[in-house]
């Protein structure tokens, strides 16, 4: 009677250690996810699979650390990779060929200059039938990812490449305790010629890591950087094109405060007029510039022949 009463309690406890361990084994596994997701700084770019890498079972969700000219002969039908690793060629002014010709500036009047209510940003577009440029060459197109660190290039509705800034996202002179504040993101993106034209910044003092709020030109043909431009240039919430002309502003909170003009062909500043406040857009329409910063709306009179 013993030995069975024994033998029923050794099974139980058997039983009850299982579940034990089964539910220890869970707990650490959760445990071990929220880990690696805390650890984890910078974001994964996840492209789509294709019909071909389905039936292949080849998997799509790789970046291909290629450099800013690199391909991959992943895809049978094209010589172009699915995704590119964009090189940052560096933190400071940079151009692959540098030219002597510079773009002349726009020359900018100032017709109107008035307060605005701060939150009434939807009014000032309706008022002045302004909507947020579409920069894109015909059939080109581009999207930024939710990460905001790679752009999808789409042509006549296919998306040809993804193409990963992760390498722009933190500059080598940031003050450790603000960390969390300094990850530059992809705020703006636009194709042009051929082109590849983003912004790239982030939303803090300019102290807490100096090097940002750049323009970047990156060639469509081999995903090389043709320029870059010098710091502290655009962290507008968007730019806009005028013939050879790039608009866009930087400032902020006891910064000082400027509309830029960039040279679309060298990525060097050709002009800049000062704003009372830091721009957040910047919209041509009929010869006007409509620009609206944080308190103040402005309209510039633009001049210059063969702007498109």
């Excluded at 406890?13 to 707990?27: K, P, Q, Y």
């Excluded at 910078?42 to 292949?56: D, F, L, N």
């Excluded at 969700?61 to 699915?82: F, H, I, L, W, Y």
């Amino acid at each position: 009677m013993k030995r069975w009463m024994i033998a029923i309690g050794c099974m139980i406890i058997a039983l009850a250690a299982g579940i034990g361990f089964a539910v220890a084994g869970r707990g650490k596994t959760a445990g071990i996810e929220e880990a690696g997701t805390e650890q984890e700084q910078t974001p994964v770019v996840e492209v789509q699979e294709t019909a071909g890498a389905e039936e292949s079972g080849a998997g799509r969700n790789q970046t291909q650390d290629v450099g800013s000219a690199g391909r991959s002969g992943e895809n049978p039908e094209s010589d172009k990779p699915e995704t590119v690793r964009v090189e940052n060629p560096s933190w400071d002014y940079y151009m692959e060929v540098p030219e002597e010709a510079e773009t002349e500036p726009l020359e900018l009047a100032v017709l109107e200059e008035t307060k605005n209510e701060i939150t009434d940003e939807e009014k000032w577009f309706a008022e002045n039938g302004l909507e947020l440029p579409d920069l894109n060459d015909e059939g080109y197109s581009c999207q930024i990812h939710e990460s905001r660190t790679a752009v999808d290039i789409i042509r006549n509705g296919e998306t040809e490449v993804t193409l990963d800034f992760s390498d722009y996202q933190y500059a080598d002179d940031f003050l450790p305790e603000e960390r969390e504040f300094i990850d530059q993101e992809i705020h703006s993106a636009a194709v042009r010629e051929g082109i590849l034209y983003l912004s790239t910044f982030h939303y803090t003092y300019a102290e807490s890591s100096p090097h940002t709020a750049y323009i970047t030109a990156v060639s469509l043909e081999d995903y090389r950087v043709l320029w870059k431009t010098e710091p502290l240039t655009c962290n507008s919430l968007n730019f806009e094109m005028a013939g050879d002309v790039i608009l866009c502003g930087y400032g902020f909170t006891a910064e000082d405060d400027y509309l830029y003009q960039v040279d679309r062909k060298t990525g060097k500043r050709i002009g800049q007029t000062p704003l009372a406040s830091m721009a957040d857009y910047i919209i041509y329409k009929d010869g006007k510039l409509f620009v609206r910063t944080y308190h103040t709306d402005y309209i510039f009179q633009v001049t210059q022949r063969h702007v498109g």
